[in-house]
């Protein structure tokens, strides 16, 4: 089982849904980040997490340290909004991947 | 301000072959860590290198090595290729080490291809 799981792996929707995208873990943690990486590799980063929840325009982040899970929720999804997401945790300085979740938002 | 530049952008080498990557951070930013990303593994961890010292190591063989020059400036080197070398290479910069930092920002990669 690998220590961060996302789900769904990929996920498509309608331009205007509201898309929740889960992250479960099963190591301690300092921190969590939800990454974003559009065709062509480059990464942005979205959030870092240590507890609670963080907003960010349409994008939304919350984390709960004692069930390990992470969700990040997009409101009024937009086709720019297509990208695979990854959840990232850090770990006694190592840093853990999930395997990322493809979103695509059709127009 | 000048994003994470990463050299070369594309490289191709032949097994047994060694090579080096350049990541030269955000002006200011002391911590580069490096990631391997495939298709079939995804995203890795390296290293972590701040202030010159490297903080932390993936489970990588001993053929992944980096370091980090005073300017900030980092390198990573494989030697003796192998196929399964094959990969997007990235780094990030931040402002304090992994475990403390808010934000991470990423370069655009070096794609290896091993033959």
């Known amino acids: 089982k690998n220590e961060v799981e996302q789900s769904p792996q990929n996920l498509t929707a309608q331009e205007g849904e509201f898309i929740t995208i889960n992250c479960s873990y099963s190591?301690?943690?300092?921190?969590l980040h939800w990454l974003q990486q559009h065709p062509g590799g480059g990464i942005v980063s979205l959030f870092m997490?240590?507890?609670g929840k963080k907003k960010h325009g349409r994008l939304i982040a919350t984390i709960n340290i004692q069930e390990k899970h992470s969700s990040l929720h997009i409101t009024a999804s937009h086709p720019r909004d297509s990208a695979v997401y990854i959840c990232a945790v850090l770990n006694n300085n190592d840093m853990r991947f999930g395997a990322g979740t493809r979103l695509t938002v059709k127009p | 301000k000048a994003g994470v530049t990463q050299t070369p952008r594309y490289l191709i080498k032949t097994r047994g072959q060694q090579v080096t990557l350049s990541c030269s951070p955000i002006s200011g930013h002391r911590s580069v860590s490096w990631y391997q990303q495939t298709p079939g593994q995804g995203l890795q961890f390296l290293f972590e290198y701040f202030s010159e010292t490297q903080r932390n190591k993936g489970n990588f063989p001993g053929r992944f090595s980096g370091r980090q020059f005073s300017n900030s400036r980092s390198e990573m080197n494989v030697s003796t290729l192998e196929l399964g070398d094959s990969a997007l290479y990235l780094c990030?910069?931040?402002?304090?080490?992994?475990?403390?930092?808010?934000?991470?920002?990423f370069g655009e990669g070096s794609r290896l291809t091993v033959l």
């Open positions: 990030a910069s931040s402002l304090a080490p992994l475990r403390n930092t808010g934000e991470l920002f």
């Open positions: 997490l240590s507890s």
């Open positions: 190591v301690g943690i300092s921190a």
